[in-house]
């Protein structure tokens, strides 16, 4: 079968490898569509923590499954699932209290083993999802980029009528603020970018803000009536952004760290215990979030197009990634297609 392996930073290339022999408890996957990450660009530039080469990317993953193992239910031969990359133990304190996306020693499909971007994958059958043939797998790939802002909706407790300032309208920033949206809370997405911003307001119908206009905290609280957020997510990563977030809150407010940033971050700690902030990081997704996105896709809650503007075939994307993928400066999110 043909793979696309990154080798070492700044080397991806097409390989034939053999098609995986499943374990019991695996399923083969026909892989149908895949989403390009961040983590997928990073890794071709050797900035993506805790990685090693050479390794077969891809974790946003929508297949068909052709075979199981002997441990698996024969059922599911035949459906299109989604894969939940992060493997968990489900042995540590935290899987035992169902927070699989933290655990001890958690492994990612595409990050710490071999991913999707290859025409057939072996994958434990706990670590997938059945999807509806109404949801097209292009579709269905991005369900694990959107469960991540359903996981940091539900780390937030995001109700209706609420103020949310989602900061950061890259994919995860759009997922984020389409999940407030779809929980009718009252959404402003902010970022640096103009053509973010105005694809944001496109895809979806709200205002948009620019952090970096020297009125942007008088703009924020105006356009939440005089109030300011109930809820920051932060989906940057940026280091200023969220030194920042605490200015953007309400008192008895709260911020939730969904991007990371890989050092030290100082927070004001007198505006931050004035307004007895509550502070929370959000990291991967669980189950629980998988399903809800499947559900708000299948009620048209969602939709690709929040995300998606651009598709690849697989057949081709390789032989120039870095200027398809890496360089491209259109690219909001993209979809890689098998067939």
């Given at each position: ?73 024969t ?7 989604v ?158 952004s ?30 931050f ?8 990081a ?24 929040i ?33």
């Amino acid at each position: 079968m043909k793979s696309l392996i990154c080798e070492k930073p700044f080397a991806i290339h097409y390989i034939e490898t053999p098609k995986p022999i499943i374990k019991s408890d695996e399923v083969l996957l026909k892989i149908k569509a895949v989403g390009i990450c961040g983590t997928d660009i990073h890794a071709y530039t050797g900035n993506q923590p805790f990685f090693s080469y050479p390794r077969i990317l891809g974790h946003e993953i929508c297949g068909l499954v052709e075979a199981v193992g002997d441990a698996c239910t024969t059922d599911l031969i035949g459906q299109y699932v989604v894969v939940i990359p992060a493997i968990a133990c489900g042995e540590c304190a935290a899987c035992l209290e169902g927070k699989t996306n933290c655990c001890d020693t958690i492994s990612l499909y595409g990050v710490h083993q071999d991913g999707g971007f290859q025409d057939y994958l072996a994958v434990k059958s706990s670590n997938i999802i059945p999807v509806p043939t109404s949801v097209d797998p292009a579709a269905a790939s991005l369900v694990e980029c959107f469960a991540i802002g359903a996981h940091a909706n539900r780390r937030a407790d995001s109700k209706a009528k609420e103020n949310i300032l989602v900061v950061g309208a890259g994919p995860i920033g759009l997922g984020t603020a389409a999940i407030a949206l779809a929980n009718n809370a009252n959404v402003i997405l902010a970022d640096v970018s103009d053509e973010r911003r105005a694809h944001a307001e496109s895809v979806l119908g709200i205002k948009t803000l620019n952090p970096m206009e020297a009125t942007y905290i008088d703009d924020l609280h105006h356009a939440f009536n005089g109030n300011f957020a109930c809820t920051v997510m932060d989906a940057t990563g940026n280091k200023a952004s969220m030194t920042n977030s605490v200015n953007l809150i309400r008192h008895g407010g709260k911020i939730v760290f969904i991007g990371l940033y890989i050092g030290d971050l100082q927070l004001d700690d007198p505006t931050f215990h004035k307004k007895e902030t509550t502070l929370i990081a959000s990291r991967n997704a669980t189950f629980e979030d998988f399903t809800h996105v499947i559900e708000l896709f299948e009620s048209n809650s969602i939709s690709e197009k929040i995300m998606v503007n651009q598709e690849f075939h697989f057949d081709t994307i390789g032989l120039d990634y870095e200027n398809n993928v890496v360089k491209n400066n259109r690219l909001v999110k993209g979809v890689i297609r098998f067939d």
